[in-house]
């Protein structure tokens, strides 16, 4: 009996692991304080019923909605920090990917955002992917990128100035070899 017991609770976790794998999820799982990012939401169908036919995200204090995408088919709303896709279709065994672009305070940590999937049947189905604030970089990281920006420009300026040193060598050049040829044929003329 006990055996019997245990080898239906091993087939009812085995049979629910599909489901459990079946979230929203975010990328990048991790942005830096104080900048804009554009995060991407999918929301996978892996469910062999209803389509999934709405996604509703709710931000936690720290992200705030700068834009969002208005996927194919779907329309889009955001109130305050709660942003929601719906009017379109992902049937089971497909996914949609659902972006917008945030901004992060500067407060650090992991983020918890509320995701809601509604399917055509009624049901609905929540997860909660995590999101972390990492610390910006430090300011010495953009002064590098400055460095070498401020390289290129300088080597851009060497390769313009070589450009027009070898335009005008070139015209010197023509002018040399058109005044020889002339001078050869005024002392021809005179012979």
């Known amino acids: 009996m006990r055996l019997r017991v245990t080898t239906a609770a091993l087939g ?16 990048p799982e991790a942005i830096q304080a104080g900048t804009t990012a554009t995060l ?9 019923g209803a389509p999934v036919t709405g996604l509703r995200l709710v931000l ?6 700068d834009q969002l995408e208005v996927a194919p088919g779907w329309s889009a709303s955001v109130r305050g ?4 896709w719906s009017g379109g279709r992902i049937p089971p065994g497909q996914f949609a990917v659902f972006s917008l672009v945030v901004t ?6 992991t983020l918890a955002i509320e995701a ?3 399917f055509a049947d009624g049901t609905s189905a929540e997860w909660r992917p995590a999101l972390s604030v990492t610390e910006a970089a430090p300011a010495g990281a953009a002064g590098r990128d400055a460095g070498a920006r401020s390289l290129g420009k300088a080597a851009l300026a060497v390769a313009i100035a070589a450009a027009g040193f070898a335009v005008l060598a070139c015209f010197l050049g023509l002018f040399l070899w058109l005044r020889r040829d002339s001078g050869d044929q005024a002392s021809r003329s005179t012979s």
């Open 12 to 27: 009812l976790a085995l049979l629910a692991a599909p489901l459990a794998a079946a979230h929203v999820t975010v990328s």
């Open 40 to 48: 991407a939401f999918q929301s996978p169908n892996e469910g062999t």
């Open 60 to 65: 936690p204090a720290g992200l705030a909605v």
């Open 81 to 84: 920090r709660t942003v929601t």
């Open 104 to 109: 992060a305070s500067a407060g650090t940590g």
């Open 116 to 118: 809601r999937q509604t």
